[in-house]
């Protein structure tokens, strides 16, 4: 059922701030548009009405999720406040797609203020990291982590933080107080510190963000956000966040090699081994356990 207006959503949500961390949230700034934007748009491309028929409606933009026909979710736009670390931050307005030139072929820089270091004082809250949440380098992706460490360590490491942030915070206060300028001041502060800013995209791009930034792979810093705005964006574009997590964020998508895998499983059933791949199949090592991953989550072998 597509709704007409997603007003009581709107109502419900805007400048609410949903808590994310220790001491960042998202608050929903504005919001134009709903699924029925979305459908309008769309029924306006063939000169058919929106709202004759609530099934078909959804149905429309199920098919356009499912096919990648992506330019009516680019009328609903959605203008966020983060108030995060400046490690997540730079994560989150790495996304370019807020505004697009009228040519077609320049991009501009996304619709992002933050809060200015240069105009204001920092504040020198510093996201802290409990005992119990330090993670290890990850041994098979350089980007990633891996399991915890130990409480009694990670006490060690959470004592460190708070000695070097408390130096940072005392040594930006005193060079504040001398009457240097907050411009440079801030560049003692470190990148756990808390900043505020708020970043407007259309709600393809949204969703596009949602994608990278809740995904597995995903600093898990950065992806507690994303959860808090899929808070956000799933009641007011029910339909159409019900169609993406059906054929995007939960979908799984095969290449090529992954189907003549899966293949060669099925055909040498019940063995369940990625090692029956002759070896010019995958000659990446991660892609292969990719592959696993996908036949784990389809139910294909136990890993
Ligand atoms: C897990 C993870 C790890 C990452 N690691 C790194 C890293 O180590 N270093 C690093 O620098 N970045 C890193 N990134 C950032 C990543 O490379 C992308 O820059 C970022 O996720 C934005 O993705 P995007 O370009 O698809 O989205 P957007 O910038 O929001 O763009 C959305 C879409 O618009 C189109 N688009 C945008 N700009 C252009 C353009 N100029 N020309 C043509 N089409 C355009 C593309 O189709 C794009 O997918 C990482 C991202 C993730 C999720």
């Known amino acids: ?48 009405k929106a709202g004759v028929d ?11 999720m499912r096919k990648h026909h992506g330019s009516s979710f680019e009328f609903p736009e959605v203008d966020i406040e983060f108030r995060s670390t400046f490690v997540v931050w730079r994560q989150v307005i790495r996304h370019r ?18 809060l200015s270091g240069r105009y204001s004082i920092l504040e020198d809250r510093v996201q802290v990291t409990s005992d119990g949440e330090w993670r290890r380098q990850s041994t098979t992706n350089r980007q990633g982590s891996g399991d915890c460490f130990p409480v009694i360590e990670g006490a060690d490491f959470s004592r460190w933080e708070g000695q070097a942030t408390g130096v940072a915070a005392d040594t930006y206060a005193r060079l504040i107080n001398e009457g240097v300028a907050n411009e440079q001041a801030r560049k003692v502060l470190p990148l756990g510190s808390y900043t505020t800013g708020a970043m407007k995209m259309d709600l393809r791009n949204w969703l596009h963000w949602l994608s990278l930034r809740l995904a597995p792979d995903a600093q898990a810093e950065t992806r507690a956000y994303a959860q ?48 029956y791949a002759p070896r010019d199949l995958f000659e990446n090592k991660r892609e292969k356990g990719e592959c696993k991953a996908k036949m784990i989550r389809l139910g294909l072998t136990e890993g």
């Open 1 to 48: 059922m597509i709704e007409r207006s997603n007003q009581a959503a709107m109502d419900e949500l805007v400048g609410k701030e949903f808590p994310v961390l220790d001491a960042g949230y998202v608050r929903l700034l504005d919001v134009m548009g709903s699924d029925a934007t979305v459908v309008e748009r769309a029924r306006g491309t063939t000169g058919t």
């Open 54 to 64: 609530p099934k078909k409606d959804r149905d429309l933009i199920r098919l356009m």
């Open 97 to 114: 797609a807020g505004n697009l030139f009228d040519d077609m072929t320049m991009w501009d820089e996304p619709s992002v203020n933050e």
């Open 228 to 275: 808090a705005v899929a808070g956000i964006i799933e009641p007011l574009f029910p339909v159409t966040y019900e169609a993406f997590r059906d054929y995007v964020l939960e979908a799984v998508t095969l290449s090529r090699l992954e189907i003549l895998m899966i293949r060669r499983h099925l055909t040498r059933w019940p063995s369940p081994d990625p090692e």
